[in-house]
């Protein structure tokens, strides 16, 4: 399955009601660097196993939802690659959906923001709202598995 995603730094904090907050922690399997990206995923009281591969604005993603049990056992593999955020999802002006990162600990006050589409057209077209700031799709120093990696 391909993603295709950009990915803004936040101007300033949009007016949230109407979107839903979920604590997320990720943790990574695999190193920085690797071209490919293992990562599990807590997000409220669902756990996630993900690969991720590619790089930019269409990447290749697959994920299956795990037991607690399953994550439990691999959590502490991804010991000094970890990281906590609250996420903000709600709707835009133009129909789409924002996902609004607020990081927590280290990482704190990074807040980003991403916006998926169906096709590559789409995601070139995009006009961002005012409160995004600059596009970081294509800067690997906003990769999560980067932040991870920063934030111990």
Known sequence: MQEIEKKFLVHSMPDLTGATKTLVRQ????VTGDSTQLRL????????????????LIRT????E??????????PETDGRRLEKERWTGPLIDGH??????????LSPL??????????????AF???DWFGADVTYDPRYKNSQLAAQSH
Do not use: N
């Open 66 to 75: 795990i037991s607690k049990s399953q994550f439990d056992t691999f959590w």
């Open 111 to 124: 807040r980003l923001v991403e916006v998926e589409f169906e096709t590559e057209q789409m995601a070139h």
């Open 41 to 56: 995923r807590q997000k409220g009281d669902h756990h996630f196993l993900t690969l991720k591969g590619g790089e930019g």
């Open 97 to 106: 959906t924002f996902e609004l990162d607020v990081f927590l600990g280290a």
């Open 61 to 64: 993603e697959r994920e299956c």
């Open 27 to 30: 943790g990574y399997l695999t």
């Open 127 to 129: 006009e961002p709202p």
